[in-house]
């Protein structure tokens, strides 16, 4: 059973950077893995994916230029580097697994493991 712990969450101020971690544990060693993002009274949204060998990435176009998704295979963690954010990119950030790469990657059903989540939150 893959396990994901999200770490890297907080608070920061609009134009700033935060980078968050998902390290996996357990099952498959080389899963599929993505965030996805949550704001109150809205639906889990997908942000960003990559895959565990070739690297190919995608992006929510909210997104495209400011967040940047990498994995260290290695150690089995993804890391999502966020930069300029803005207000709007207030929500929880969850860490997303599937043991398999998927077309459907931006649904969040298709996934098979998550994370706990970790609040992210731009305000001056």
């Known amino acids: 059973q893959l396990q994901l712990v999200e770490s890297g969450g907080g608070l920061v101020q609009p134009g700033g950077s935060l980078r968050l971690s998902c390290a996996a544990s357990?099952?498959?060693?080389?899963?599929?893995m993505a965030w996805f993002r949550q704001a109150p009274g809205m639906e889990r949204e997908f942000v960003a994916s990559i895959r565990p060998l070739v690297g190919t990435t995608h992006y929510a176009d909210s997104v495209k230029a400011r967040f940047t998704i990498t994995r260290d295979n290695a150690k089995n963690t993804v890391y999502l580097q966020m930069n300029s954010l803005k207000p709007e990119d207030t929500a929880v950030y969850y860490c997303?697994?599937?043991?398999?790469?998927?077309?459907?990657?931006?649904?969040?059903?298709?996934?098979?493991?998550w994370g706990q989540g970790t609040q992210v939150t731009v305000s001056s």
């Open positions: 357990g099952g498959t060693s080389r899963p599929f």
């Open positions: 997303a697994a599937k043991n398999d790469y998927d077309l459907a990657y931006r649904l969040p059903a298709i996934y098979e493991y």
